[in-house]
């Protein structure tokens, strides 16, 4: 019987190497990724059964990083391993194509039953936050005032706020300086903000970083 295929991403690099340790006994861990950017080429290489990732990662965080999978009809279950107990981000993180939330908290046998499940298809979400999540979605809504910023601009935003120049940012992207500075100017005039600064504090708020 084949070995469920594994990609983990993380950008630390202990806490990678001890999940490797740990899944290599019963999983086949087909690579690292320390950013979402490499996440994303190393998936579509490799084509895993499961992704494990970080929310925070560098240059590209890895709810964005889902998107772009998602969009890009990348087959990989998704599971995110976290220390943001955020309810809000738990539920981004399945709006984005997730198919599993876990906390960094848990232990090894939680953490293995997770890729498990979600190998097989089913959902899984922590204990620790099951209940809570379930009692924040039966709440009745307001209208959401938060503005939504495409995956595109929300890359620039990232980037910005890691403290890259536009120069940097449109390199990093592929893209030419113009379109980097056009989406830029395009997010202030959405959020109603005045300067660079106010964006990245903006991006630190929506806990882009």
């Not at 070995?3 to 340790?21: F, K, N, P, W």
């Not at 080429?41 to 925070?56: C, F, G, L, S, T």
């Not at 194509?97 to 876990?102: E, N, P, V």
Request: net charge positive; hydrophobic share 45%.
């Amino acid at each position: 019987m084949s070995r469920t295929s594994v990609l983990l991403a993380d950008d630390h690099v202990m806490l990678l190497d001890g999940l490797v340790r740990l899944l290599r006994q019963d999983f086949n861990v087909v690579g690292t990724a320390r950013d979402g950017r490499s996440l994303i080429e190393m998936a579509k290489q490799k084509r895993p059964e499961v992704i494990v990732m970080d929310i925070a990662m560098p240059s590209l965080n890895g709810i964005d990083a889902a998107r772009i999978l998602q969009k890009e009809g990348c087959g990989s279950k998704i599971l995110f391993l976290t220390m943001h107990a955020d309810l809000p981000l738990v539920e981004e993180a399945f709006r984005a194509g997730a198919s599993g939330f876990l906390l960094k908290v848990c232990d090894s046998a939680e953490f293995v039953k997770a890729i498990q499940a979600v190998a097989t298809g089913t959902t899984y979400i922590t204990p620790l936050l099951a209940g809570d999540l379930v009692s924040s979605l039966m709440k009745p809504r307001g209208m959401s005032r938060e503005v939504p910023l495409t995956v595109r601009q929300r890359e620039v935003l990232q980037l910005l706020a890691e403290g890259k120049t536009m120069k940097e940012v449109a390199s990093v992207m592929g893209i030419s300086a113009r379109t980097a500075e056009s989406h830029k100017y395009e997010m202030m005039r959405l959020l109603g903000l005045q300067s660079t600064a106010a964006l990245i504090r903006y991006a630190v708020r929506i806990k882009l970083i």
